[in-house]
């Protein structure tokens, strides 16, 4: 489940992306056109205003021209300033360090300007005057000889003009980008949430049909649509789930007939294994009476008949366990009781030391707690080293057991397959007392026993001075219904 809540935040994630890619692409065109042409409209206007005033100027100087006497007065340079004023710009005329109009120092008039018009040229500067753009137009008027010769007069006309209406003009493009851009990522938003809406569709019903697969839904199956690379995945998941609903099968159908093979042949070993149990009974009464290699044959034969007598009732436990046919006979047991009880009737007490709570009162299965200890403690007895210790323990709702010994404890390696079954530590070993099912069967009737939703748990450890630990933790009021199957 959580690899696929990742998958769904990846895909938001891809959702996320598309819709950042095509915002990004919408904003950057819309931003590369809107500005080129701003700044072309922008050129062009001014240009505009600039050539119209500059032809005016022009035009109004050539109506006075040529100068034939220059001022020589305030006056008649007032006189002539008036003559070059048109009704959209003002004239000034600076002429030996006086002005025109009887201004000072003209805030607008630079001194580059003035330098430039000078040296003779027609120049313009574009200046900003409290906050209104202002085009500044100067020139120096030429007088005329008797030759016809014509050389600098002295004479400075400056033009202002005021570009306010073109500003507007400029604003309103500026507004007009602005509002493109905007409609623009609007528009781009959009298209990336329908292609991500068809992109991200297919993906997510590949998420979804996938978790089902893995929940064990086999006949989980995708619908195809077009001939496009998603479809292709979409074919290839369906070929896959395909080929895995029928290995699957396979598997179940072969894992069936092996449990039922064990559980018949279990079953039928029983007749035959209580006879020879019967035989072997006598053979250990007259086996000490028997001479030499006879009476050792006659106890080896009845160990060996107890062993697959052992093996095979543990065989049938597993075989309830995989049909999910094992089910809890429930009592209320006193367990402190109840453990001493199967230490006393294998030969362990003296063996064991116990530390028990008292008075600890639990619905239980009482056959199952026995073998539960039984298995932990014969195993430590067996693979441990002693002393070995049971420690009872309980709260209101929950009790634990707990099986420790003084051997070397569980190397970390053998710790995950504790509680498989069959498993032995020690590969050289080809066959030990036990029937390698105990720890098995000890864990599957631990899960039996639980409580709501919470079932009963074994675990395996070692402990901080070494030995083997197991924890045995079971309901104190277990439920009638059989635990759920699991995957150790």
Not at 8 to 17: D, E, F, K, N, V
Not at 154 to 165: D, F, I, K, P, Q
Not at 325 to 353: F, P
């Amino acid at each position: 489940m959580t690899l696929w809540r990742g998958a769904g935040a990846r895909a938001s994630g891809l959702r996320l992306r598309l819709v950042l890619a095509f915002a990004l692409l919408g904003v950057t065109t819309t931003a590369v056109v809107a500005s080129g042409s701003y700044v072309q409209a922008r050129t062009v206007i001014l240009q505009q205003a600039q050539d119209a005033a500059v032809a005016s100027l022009t035009d109004r100087i050539a109506k006075v021209y040529p100068i034939t006497s220059l001022p020589s007065n305030p006056q008649e340079l007032d006189v002539l300033a008036q003559r070059l004023t048109d009704r959209n710009e003002t004239t000034l005329i600076h002429y030996r360090g006086v002005w025109s109009q009887g201004i000072q120092a003209p805030d607008p008039v630079t001194p580059e300007l003035r330098e430039a018009v000078a040296d003779g040229r027609i120049a313009w500067q574009r200046v900003v005057r409290d906050g209104v753009p202002v085009l500044l137009i100067g020139t120096q008027l030429r007088i005329e000889r008797a030759d016809g010769s014509s050389v600098p007069s002295g004479l400075e006309v400056y033009s202002t003009r005021s570009l306010a209406s073109e500003q507007q003009s400029i604003d309103r493009l500026a507004t007009f980008a602005w509002l493109t851009g905007g409609l623009s990522l609007i528009l781009a938003v959009l298209l990336a949430l329908l292609a991500a809406r068809g992109v991200l569709r297919p993906v997510r019903e590949l998420g979804q049909a996938a978790r089902r697969l893995g929940e064990g839904d086999l006949s989980t199956r995708l619908t195809v649509r077009g001939v496009d690379e998603l479809a292709d995945v979409a074919r290839t998941f369906n070929d896959t789930a395909g080929r895995l609903e029928r290995q699957v099968g396979e598997l179940r159908r072969m894992e069936a007939d092996a449990r039922r093979f064990v559980a018949d042949v279990s079953h039928e070993l029983r007749t035959p294994l209580a006879a020879m149990t019967a035989v072997t009974d006598v053979l250990d009464e007259e086996a000490d009476r028997l001479p030499g290699d006879a009476g050792w044959a006659a106890r080896l034969v009845s160990q060996e008949t107890h062993n697959l007598t052992q093996l095979v009732n543990d065989l049938i436990e597993v075989s309830r366990f995989d049909s999910g046919t094992a089910r809890l006979a429930l009592d209320d047991v006193d367990v402190a009781a109840a453990i001493t009880a199967t230490l006393r009737v294998r030969g362990w007490a003296e063996r064991v030391r116990t530390e028990l709570a008292p008075g600890v009162v639990a619905r239980l299965d009482p056959r199952r707690l026995d073998v539960i200890v039984a298995n932990l403690v014969g195993n430590a007895l067996r693979h441990g080293a002693e002393p070995v210790s049971v420690r009872l323990d309980a709260d209101a709702d929950w009790l634990t057991i707990e099986v420790s010994d003084h051997g070397p404890g569980l190397d970390p390696q053998v710790l995950p397959h504790v509680f498989d079954r069959f498993y032995k530590a020690d590969t050289a070993r080809t066959r030990s007392e036990g029937s390698g099912l105990g720890l098995a069967i000890a864990w599957e009737n631990a899960r039996l026993h639980r409580r709501d939703r919470q079932t009963g748990s074994l675990v395996a450890g070692n402990g901080q001075h070494g030995g083997a630990v197991f924890t045995l933790r079971l309901p104190r009021l277990a439920s009638e219904t059989a635990a759920d199957g699991d995957v150790r």
